[in-house]
């Protein structure tokens, strides 16, 4: 690790962190660019929550402004928690009205494998507006939550 890295040498690397990070080619990440305009924070999340045992695992889909629709962008497993991030919608209008269905058994199945008759228990919904990495105001609606098992 170098002690003094140049300020191109600290962009490069976040460059180059930023495109794994949002699995994207780094020729599409302007480093010119505000974290918000980047997708680092979720105006709008919604997750699926499953319990086998003691674990409790996770599908948190995001409404972000870069990546590919359907795209995982992160997963974290762990002994006791599992969480892989999809996203949901990425740009678009904002101040528009979306509908987004899934079905849960099938999107559990699709990020954690297994057979849709192995599906643990559907425990919860959660919902979460983000904007604390980009410091920048975030809001969103939820509305008419239908879960059909």
Not at 91 to 118: A, I, M, Q
Request: hydrophobic share 40%; net charge negative.
């Amino acid at each position: 690790m170098k002690v003094n890295p140049t300020e191109s040498e600290i962009c490069d690397w976040c460059v180059a962190y930023l495109a794994k990070s949002l699995k994207l080619p780094p020729e599409r990440i302007d480093p010119q660019a505000k974290f918000a305009r980047l997708g680092l924070d979720s105006a709008a999340s919604v997750f699926l929550a499953f319990k086998a045992g003691l674990k409790l695992m996770v599908i948190k889909y995001v409404w972000a402004t870069v990546g590919t629709v359907g795209q995982s962008c992160q997963s974290n497993r762990g002994w006791f928690f599992d969480r892989d991030t999809t996203l949901a919608q990425v740009g678009g209008p904002v101040d528009v009205w979306s509908s987004y269905s899934v079905d849960p058994r099938r999107e559990f199945v699709r990020h954690y494998g297994g057979k849709l008759e192995d599906v643990p228990d559907f425990v919860a919904i959660g919902v979460m507006t983000d904007g604390d990495n980009s410091q920048s105001p975030a809001e969103a609606d939820y509305a008419d939550f239908v879960v059909q098992w």
